[in-house]
């Protein structure tokens, strides 16, 4: 299994127009095949500048690799998330 997370901050305040529209546009990501487990969340603690993650599992490097590749994914990388976020940090993970 694969864990694949990124935390980012976006370019929009807080509670605004912008961040709504950023969360709804991400919202098919959970759709594509081999996604599991797909979890946003709000960082709470003040020691780090990353505002959100988005958590989620894949079985297999394949669904993970088809995930990443799949036209819903690359629109939402290309229009959505290379505009309004302003730094991430990508970390995929797999149990020892």
């Given at each position: 299994?694969?864990?694949?997370?990124?935390?980012?901050?976006?370019?929009?305040?807080a509670?605004?127009?912008?961040e709504?529209?950023?969360?709804?546009?991400?919202?098919p990501?959970?759709?594509?095949?081999?996604?599991?487990?797909?979890?946003?969340f709000?960082?709470?603690s003040?020691?780090?500048?990353?505002?959100?993650?988005?958590?989620?599992?894949?079985?297999?490097?394949?669904?993970y690799?088809a995930?990443?590749?799949?036209p819903?994914?690359?629109?939402?990388?290309?229009?959505i998330?290379?505009?309004d976020v302003?730094?991430?940090?990508?970390?995929?993970?797999?149990e020892?």
């Amino acid at each position: 299994m694969i864990r694949h997370t990124v935390v980012f901050r976006l370019h929009h305040a807080a509670g605004s127009e912008g961040e709504k529209a950023f969360f709804a546009a991400a919202a098919p990501l959970v759709d594509i095949p081999g996604v599991k487990n797909f979890h946003k969340f709000r960082e709470v603690s003040p020691k780090n500048d990353f505002a959100y993650c988005f958590a989620m599992d894949f079985d297999t490097q394949e669904t993970y690799d088809a995930y990443s590749n799949h036209p819903v994914h690359d629109a939402f990388v290309q229009q959505i998330w290379l505009r309004d976020v302003a730094d991430f940090l990508e970390i995929d993970l797999v149990e020892d």
